[in-house]
C-alpha cells in the first residue's frame, strides 16, 4: 500500500507530465484498436456511407470524450465555471486556457485515429465507393454497364471481393485502387495540416499575447494548487475531527466502566495529544459550522490578496498608498533575580 501511495503522490506531484503520457497512451490504444477492429463492410447501396463514415467519426468522439473524463482538471473547470463570483470575479481568460489545454490533449488520440483510418483506405474505399464514377477508371463501355440502379449495386460491391461479379466490365482492383490513392492522399494532407496547425499555434502564440498567456497559465496553476491545498486541509482537519470524536467515545466508555468497577482504577488519556488535535481544528468543532465553511468556501471565496488587512485599515485612515506594516523595534529588557539565600 505504501508503494501505491507514493506512485500516487508522484502522480499528483507531477500531473503535467502524467496527462502528457496518457494521451499518448491513449494514442497508442487508438491505433492498436484500430489494428485489432474487425472491419466488415456491409457493401449495400445505403449502407456503405453510413457504416464508413461512423468507422471514421464515432471512435474519434468516444476518444475525444473519454481524454475530458480521464483529466481531473474538468472537475475543476465545472467548479470555476459554475461558482458564484462573490469576492473574487472570474476570469474568461483563464477558464479558455483551461478549456484549450484540456481539448488539445483530448484531440490527441482522435486525430491518430483518423489518420491511420486514412492512411488505412478501407473505411474510405467503403464509404465512397458508390460514389465513383467509372468513367475516372477509364471506361467508355457506357453500353456494356448495367442500368443505374444495378451500376449501384455493382459499385457497392466493390469492397468485397467475395460478392463482387467476375463477369463485369468495370475492374475491381483499380476501383479499390483508385479510392485507397485518393484516401491516403487525404490522410497525408490531414496529417500535414494538423503538424502545421500545432507549429503555428506553439511558435506564434507567445510572440503576439506573451503577458496574456503568461497571466492565464499562472491562475489555471493557481487555482489546480487552491483546490489541491484546500483538499488537504479538509482531509487533516476531518482526521483530527474523527480522532476527537472516537477519543471523546472511548472515554466516556471508559467513565462507564469506572463506575461499574468502582474499585478499578483504569489509566487516562494524555491531554497532550488532544491539545494538538484541538489546534488542528481551528475552532470548527462541530459539523455545523464546517458545513457553513464549506458553503462559505463555494459561494464567496476569498479575494487575491493576502494584505487586505492592511489595505482596509489604509483605506479607513484615509491613506491612498499604504504601506505595509513593519516589525516593531527589539526592546531590551533586564532581568533580575532575587535569591533567599
Known amino acids: 500500500m505504501d508503494k501505491f501511495r507514493m506512485i500516487f503522490q508522484f502522480l499528483q506531484s507531477n500531473q503535467e507530465s502524467f496527462l502528457n503520457g496518457l494521451c499518448g497512451i491513449l494514442a497508442l490504444a487508438s491505433a492498436q484498436m484500430y489494428s485489432a477492429f474487425e472491419f466488415n463492410c456491409p457493401c449495400l447501396p445505403g449502407y456503405n456511407v453510413l457504416y464508413g463514415l461512423g468507422v471514421m467519426s464515432v471512435p474519434p468522439l468516444v476518444l475525444f470524450l473519454l481524454g475530458f473524463v480521464l483529466n481531473n482538471n474538468v472537475s475543476v473547470l465545472a467548479e470555476e465555471c459554475r461558482r458564484p463570483e462573490g469576492l473574487r470575479a472570474k476570469e474568461p481568460g483563464v477558464l479558455r486556457y483551461m478549456f484549450c489545454s484540456m481539448a488539445q490533449r483530448a484531440l490527441i488520440a482522435p486525430l491518430i485515429w483518423l489518420s491511420v483510418t486514412l492512411l488505412d483506405g478501407k473505411c474510405f474505399t467503403c464509404a465512397f465507393s458508390e460514389s465513383l464514377e467509372p468513367r475516372r477508371l477509364g471506361l467508355n463501355l457506357s453500353g456494356a454497364l448495367p442500368a443505374q440502379p444495378q451500376l449501384r449495386r455493382l459499385l457497392a460491391s466493390v469492397p468485397c471481393p467475395d460478392i463482387f461479379p467476375q463477369q463485369s466490365a468495370l475492374s475491381r482492383e483499380g476501383a479499390v485502387r483508385y479510392l485507397r490513392c485518393l484516401s491516403q492522399a487525404l490522410g497525408w494532407c490531414f496529417i500535414l495540416m494538423m503538424t502545421f496547425l500545432a507549429f503555428l499555434v506553439r511558435a506564434m502564440r507567445p510572440c503576439f499575447t506573451q503577458v496574456a498567456f503568461l497571466k492565464t497559465k499562472y491562475w489555471s496553476h493557481y487555482i489546480d494548487i487552491e483546490r489541491k491545498l484546500f483538499e488537504e486541509m479538509c482531509t487533516e482537519h476531518a482526521k483530527s475531527f474523527a480522532k476527537i470524536c472516537i477519543q471523546q467515545f472511548?472515554?466516556?466508555?471508559?467513565?462507564?466502566?469506572?463506575?461499574?468497577?468502582?474499585?478499578?482504577?483504569?489509566?487516562?488519556?494524555?491531554?497532550?495529544?488532544?491539545?494538538?488535535?484541538?489546534?488542528?481544528?481551528?475552532?470548527?468543532?462541530?459539523?455545523?459550522?464546517?458545513?457553513?465553511?464549506?458553503?462559505?468556501?463555494?459561494?464567496?471565496?476569498?479575494?487575491?490578496?493576502?494584505?487586505?488587512?492592511?489595505?482596509?485599515?489604509?483605506?479607513q485612515n484615509g491613506d491612498v498608498n499604504p504601506v505595509p506594516n513593519k516589525c516593531p523595534p527589539p526592546r531590551r529588557e533586564n532581568i533580575v533575580f532575587y535569591s533567599k539565600v
Open 250 to 315: 472511548f472515554e466516556g466508555f471508559q467513565n462507564e466502566m469506572v463506575r461499574g468497577y468502582s474499585r478499578c482504577q483504569m489509566p487516562k488519556f494524555h491531554d497532550f495529544e488532544t491539545g494538538e488535535e484541538q489546534e488542528k481544528l481551528f475552532g470548527i468543532t462541530d459539523s455545523r459550522n464546517m458545513n457553513k465553511l464549506l458553503r462559505n468556501w463555494h459561494r464567496c471565496k476569498p479575494p487575491l490578496n493576502v494584505n487586505t488587512g492592511v489595505k482596509d485599515d489604509a483605506q
